[in-house]
Nanobody, 129 residues
């Protein structure tokens, strides 16, 4: 069994920066591709980013491309989501998730919630104007 714990959420001003972490336990993180999603109140869960097991391949949602960066440190069993130039539309609960069958993240798979095998509990990011 794999447990994921997100951290780093909080209140940030528009234009600011935040880095989220996703700590994995129970299995080596290197066994999995990782995805990040977010869910704002009243909205569906939205794909944010994905990264291959090695970190060599990444994919981003259109709304965050150029502002967010996904990375991972398999030695620390931790993934990261760096968020720059935040705006109020980025306010959401952010989730990390692991996929044990996807090698290189592709848009047709990475964006599908059912593709992922393990989910964290989420961390709230609130961007104030």
């Amino acid at each position: 069994q794999v447990q994921l714990v997100e951290s780093g959420g909080g209140l940030v001003q528009a234009g600011g920066f935040r880095r989220l972490s996703c700590a994995a336990s129970g299995r080596p993180l290197s066994w999995f591709a990782m995805g990040w999603f977010r869910q704002a109140p009243g909205k569906d869960r939205e794909f944010v980013a994905a990264i291959s097991w090695s970190g060599g391949s990444t994919l981003y949602g259109d709304s965050v491309k150029g502002r967010f960066t996904v990375s991972r440190d398999n030695a620390r069993n931790t993934g990261y989501l760096e968020m720059n130039y935040l705006n109020v539309e980025d306010t959401a609960v952010y989730y990390c998730a692991l996929d044990q069958t996807m090698n290189i993240p592709t848009r047709d798979r990475s964006t599908v919630l059912a593709e992922y095998d393990y989910w964290g509990q989420g961390t709230q990011v609130t961007v104030s104007s």
